[in-house]
């Protein structure tokens, strides 16, 4: 028996599954054995006895989860942190574990209400006492962690649980003697996975598989070299062997009904402690605050969720609810991360749906000099589709030239600062590019109830129509289209060729001949196959009357490539007639600019197609600027790049076959961007019925 290493036990009493506060319980409500049980757990404080002393808690009647003891609280040295249940289901055991250890003259620290915390259930020390990891995500909250690192004057380490199952650190992690650790990874999100490899060696980790994760095999009980655990594999058990330690497997079948096994059913009352320790913990809080519908339009919900999704953890200060229905509401809500990585993502995300720092913590925005051209500073801010302002020298500025993926970069001038969304290859020395996530915000449109409701209905708010509601989308479209027309609007169109191998050319070249159409972005082929169709009647070689190859016919896309080529460009090539119709003739015709951005797929190139991709890039954006309806036309290629180039606030159609590149493309959170999931000659096609339709009965109400 080691002298030194003392346990608390429960005995199971009262121990039943009663209620289900966790995945093992479900089914399994009054389904454990009470022979077995109690069997089981005298096994088990035998095996403890032999190895070191045992205490025991009076067990509680009504309480039946007071066996699993890990979860009394956390104790270092004389101090002792009482837990705080997540559940209800088990609050009533906290005062039952307080007296005991109040006591036996331990220091007992409460949490605040409403902070959980479930004590060594989810908090672990380092064997050699050099810190201690600590759980989050299910029963213990992330903000507990500070609290712990203050009174236990350790270095804690924040582990974010992801599965379910695995809802207490205890069940999936488990710390041995020698700096070992066994542990199930994929319990754990992938920044605590990096954190427990930066942490221990590879050598010392013993990452375990699911079967024996879900045996409990990490809910073992560490005495030196000697692991106590349930029924384990006996490839891991080899391994664990190989490690210098004596395993002993003891059955816990009765308890793993109630989600715990042999760490659970015990408490380490004395504890290594390292002498030269300090404080520590990286967890970070933040305060952001709200406003407008946070309720109807869901974004409160939306920004709790996304805090949690990503690792943070969330308390709402304040939340004064709009009592009208015109009216705003705001809420505070404090933000905690366990590192400052993870805060700016979370801030991040959280300034697109447009949170604010509260008025006391407001600050100008942190800035870094550009030190070499066309590279911004490490923690560059980067910026998104949504309209963005910075704070420099405590006033708002906003930024210019809005797209994603660009850095935001400072300017000072005569009249001011001038903030400008740049890409990292325009940078330049002597400019400043805004860091960290401080001093941003993004300014959101705070629609009416009617006004979100009426286009929700009207452009399905950013959803993907199924193919009965296409025609309800192709109204919705050509209405819009006439809209900009009529007010002298833009319209950018994104086409690939399969506009032309469908059958849509007509339609499309309808649409520039007609003025719907400002603008017209795509690559080699649609020019190609556009032109190939005017010319020769085929597109890729398919006669586009009878829908059936043409003999020879892979060939016409490269004989009006060479032809094209010799006229020197698409719009000589108009001229001299030889293309006499189509989306380019259309283009030519009505002065219609349009752009050609290469590939590594393209033949030829005809003399338009720009194969400098950075040239072809500054064309697009040039085309784009002011657009208000952007169409995008079956390519993935071109219709994402554009995607990436237009911010929020531009109403964006997304048309192609594949519900996933719709997905992809009308996912931008704003409620401007519709998905269509049909075939994009059939869309073409009913867009320019529509259209006439609109039009005739135009020009019949004009004339009553
Ligand atoms: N001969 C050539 O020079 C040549 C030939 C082909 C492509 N290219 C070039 O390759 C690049 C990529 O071409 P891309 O944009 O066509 O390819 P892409 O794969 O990026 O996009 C094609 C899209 O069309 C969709 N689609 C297929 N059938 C459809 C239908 N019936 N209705 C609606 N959508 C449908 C697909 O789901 C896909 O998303 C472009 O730059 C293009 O110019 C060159
Ligand atoms: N430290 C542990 N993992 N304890 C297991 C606790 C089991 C208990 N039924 C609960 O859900 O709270």
Same mark, same amino acid.
């Given at each position: 028996?080691?002298?030194?290493?003392?346990?608390?036990?429960?005995?199971?009493?009262?121990?039943?599954?009663?209620?289900?506060?966790?995945?093992?319980?479900?089914?399994?409500?009054?389904?454990?054995?009470?022979?077995?049980?109690?069997?089981?757990?005298?096994?088990?404080?035998?095996?403890?006895?032999?190895?070191?002393?045992?205490?025991?808690?009076?067990?509680?009647?009504?309480?039946?989860?007071?066996?699993?003891?890990?979860?009394?609280?956390?104790?270092?040295?004389?101090?002792?942190?009482?837990?705080?249940?997540?559940?209800?289901?088990?609050?009533?055991?906290?005062?039952?574990?307080?007296?005991?250890?109040?006591?036996?003259?331990?220091?007992?620290?409460?949490?605040?209400?409403?902070?959980? /915390?479930?004590? =060594? $259930?989810? @908090?672990?020390?380092?064997?050699?006492? #050099?810190?201690?990891?600590?759980?989050?995500?299910? +029963? *213990?909250?992330?903000?507990?962690?500070?609290?712990?690192?203050?009174?236990?004057?350790?270095?804690?380490?924040?582990?974010?649980?992801?599965?379910?199952?695995?809802?207490?650190?205890?069940?999936?992690?488990?710390?041995?003697?020698?700096?070992?650790?066994?542990?199930?990874?994929?319990?754990?999100?992938?920044?605590?996975?990096?954190?427990?490899?930066?942490?221990?060696?590879?050598?010392?980790?013993?990452?375990?598989?699911?079967?024996?994760?879900?045996?409990?095999?990490?809910?073992?009980?560490?005495?030196?070299?000697?692991?106590?655990?349930?029924?384990?594999?006996?490839?891991?058990?080899?391994?664990?062997?190989?490690?210098?330690?004596?395993?002993?497997?003891?059955?816990?079948?009765? /308890?793993?009904? =109630? $989600?715990? @096994?042999?760490?659970?059913?015990?408490? #380490?009352?004395?504890?290594?402690?390292?002498?030269? +320790? *300090?404080?520590?913990?990286?967890?970070?809080?933040?305060?952001?605050?709200m406003e407008g519908h946070l309720l109807d339009a869901?974004l409160?919900?939306?920004?709790?969720?996304?805090?949690?999704?990503?690792?943070?953890?969330?308390?709402?200060?304040?939340?004064?609810?709009g009592?009208q229905r015109q009216s705003t509401s705001t809420?505070?809500?404090?933000?905690?991360?366990?590192?400052?990585?993870?805060?700016?993502?979370?801030?991040?995300?959280?300034?697109?749906l447009g949170a604010v720092?509260?008025?006391?913590?407001?600050?100008?925005?942190?800035?870094?000099?550009?030190?070499?051209?066309?590279?911004?500073?490490?923690?560059?801010?980067?910026?998104?589709?949504y309209p963005?302002?910075?704070?420099?020298?405590?006033?708002?500025?906003? @930024?210019?030239?809005?797209?994603?993926?660009?850095?935001?970069?400072?300017?000072?001038?005569?009249?001011?600062?001038?903030?400008?969304?740049?890409?990292?290859?325009?940078?330049?020395?002597?400019?400043?590019?805004?860091?960290?996530?401080?001093?941003?915000?993004t300014i959101r449109k705070t629609e009416s109830r009617e006004q979100r409701?009426?286009q929700?209905?009207?452009?399905?708010?950013?959803?993907?129509?199924?193919?009965?509601?296409?025609?309800?989308?192709?109204?919705?479209?050509?209405?819009?289209?006439?809209?900009?027309?009529?007010?002298?609007?833009?319209?950018?169109?994104?086409?690939?060729?399969?506009?032309?191998?469908?059958?849509?050319?007509?339609?499309?070249?309808?649409?520039?001949?007609?003025?719907?159409?400002?603008?017209?972005?795509?690559?080699?082929?649609?020019?190609?196959?556009?032109?190939?169709?005017?010319?020769?009647?085929?597109?890729?070689?398919?006669?586009?009357?009878?829908?059936?190859?043409?003999?020879?016919?892979?060939?016409?896309?490269?004989?009006?490539?060479?032809?094209?080529?010799?006229?020197?460009?698409?719009?000589?090539?108009?001229?001299?007639?030889?293309?006499?119709?189509?989306?380019?003739?259309?283009?030519?015709?009505?002065?219609?600019?349009?752009?050609?951005?290469?590939?590594?797929?393209?033949?030829?190139?005809?003399?338009?197609?720009?194969?400098?991709?950075?040239?072809?890039?500054?064309?697009?954006?040039?085309?784009?600027?002011?657009?208000?309806?952007?169409?995008?036309?079956?390519?993935?290629?071109?219709?994402?790049?554009?995607?990436?180039?237009?911010?929020?606030?531009?109403?964006?159609?997304?048309?192609?076959?594949?519900?996933?590149?719709?997905?992809?493309?009308?996912?931008?959170?704003?409620i401007?961007?519709?998905?269509?999931?049909?075939?994009?000659?059939?869309?073409?096609?009913?867009?320019?019925?529509?259209?006439?339709?609109?039009?005739?009965?135009?020009?019949?109400?004009?004339?009553?």
């Amino acid at each position: 028996m080691t002298d030194s290493i003392r346990f608390l036990m429960c005995a199971p009493d009262h121990y039943d599954v009663d209620y289900v506060i966790n995945p093992w319980m479900e089914g399994n409500v009054h389904k454990s054995s009470r022979d077995r049980a109690v069997e089981q757990w005298e096994k088990l404080y035998h095996v403890l006895k032999e190895n070191a002393i045992v205490d025991l808690v009076p067990p509680q009647k009504g309480w039946p989860d007071m066996v699993f003891t890990a979860n009394a609280g956390l104790l270092l040295g004389n101090t002792f942190v009482l837990s705080r249940f997540y559940h209800k289901e088990r609050q009533g055991e906290e005062p039952y574990f307080k007296e005991w250890f109040e006591d036996k003259g331990f220091t007992v620290h409460e949490l605040p209400k409403d902070l959980p /915390f479930e004590g =060594a $259930g989810d @908090a672990l020390l380092d064997r050699e006492g #050099r810190w201690l990891w600590a759980g989050y995500g299910f +029963r *213990s909250e992330l903000d507990s962690h500070p609290l712990l690192a203050n009174w236990l004057n350790i270095e804690v380490l924040s582990l974010r649980l992801v599965d379910e199952r695995f809802y207490h650190l205890d069940t999936c992690f488990c710390p041995l003697s020698g700096g070992y650790l066994l542990y199930y990874p994929a319990a754990f999100d992938s920044y605590s996975n990096r954190l427990i490899e930066m942490r221990v060696a590879p050598e010392k980790r013993i990452a375990i598989e699911e079967a024996d994760a879900a045996n409990f095999a990490c809910n073992a009980v560490n005495i030196n070299n000697i692991v106590v655990m349930n029924k384990v594999s006996d490839s891991l058990k080899t391994r664990i062997t190989n490690a210098g330690f004596k395993v002993i497997e003891t059955p816990m079948s009765e /308890f793993l009904k =109630a $989600g715990g @096994a042999c760490k659970c059913l015990t408490l #380490r009352v004395i504890e290594p402690v390292q002498e030269d +320790r *300090s404080a520590n913990v990286m967890v970070e809080s933040r305060a952001i605050r709200m406003e407008g519908h946070l309720l109807d339009a869901g974004l409160i919900s939306r920004a709790l969720d996304l805090i949690v999704e990503n690792g943070g953890s969330f308390q709402v200060l304040n939340f004064s609810l709009g009592e009208q229905r015109q009216s705003t509401s705001t809420a505070e809500v404090k933000v905690s991360a366990p590192s400052h990585d993870v805060m700016e993502d979370i801030i991040a995300l959280l300034i697109d749906l447009g949170a604010v720092s509260p008025p006391q913590e407001l600050c100008d925005a942190i800035l870094e000099p550009v030190v070499q051209d066309g590279v911004g500073p490490d923690d560059f801010y980067v910026s998104t589709i949504y309209p963005t302002e910075v704070r420099v020298n405590n006033q708002w500025v906003k @930024a210019q030239n809005q797209r994603m993926d660009g850095a935001v970069a400072i300017t000072e001038t005569a009249e001011g600062p001038v903030a400008t969304c740049k890409l990292l290859r325009d940078l330049k020395v002597g400019e400043k590019v805004v860091v960290d996530v401080v001093g941003i915000r993004t300014i959101r449109k705070t629609e009416s109830r009617e006004q979100r409701n009426s286009q929700e209905f009207s452009f399905m708010s950013g959803s993907v129509s199924s193919e009965r509601r296409v025609e309800l989308v192709v109204e919705q479209v050509a209405w819009e289209l006439r809209q900009i027309r009529d007010r002298g609007g833009k319209v950018v169109v994104t086409a690939g060729p399969v506009v032309i191998h469908t059958g849509g050319g007509e339609h499309l070249a309808h649409l520039i001949r007609e003025g719907y159409v400002q603008a017209l972005l795509g690559g080699n082929a649609i020019a190609v196959h556009d032109m190939e169709q005017s010319n020769m009647g085929t597109s890729l070689g398919v006669d586009m009357k009878r829908g059936i190859a043409v003999r020879g016919g892979h060939r016409h896309h490269l004989k009006i490539i060479n032809t094209v080529r010799r006229y020197g460009s698409i719009a000589k090539a108009v001229e001299a007639g030889l293309v006499t119709n189509g989306v380019m003739y259309e283009c030519v015709k009505n002065n219609i600019p349009f752009s050609l951005a290469g590939s590594i797929r393209d033949d030829g190139p005809l003399p338009d197609t720009q194969m400098d991709l950075v040239k072809a890039q500054e064309e697009y954006t040039e085309l784009l600027r002011g657009a208000d309806m952007v169409l995008m036309l079956s390519s993935m290629l071109h219709s994402i790049g554009v995607g990436n180039m237009t911010p929020a606030g531009v109403k964006m159609v997304c048309v192609d076959i594949n519900p996933a590149v719709v997905t992809k493309l009308s996912d931008r959170g704003s409620i401007e961007s519709t998905g269509v999931v049909t075939d994009v000659g059939l869309f073409l096609s009913l867009l320019v019925n529509q259209l006439d339709k609109l039009t005739s009965r135009h020009h019949v109400t004009q004339s009553v």
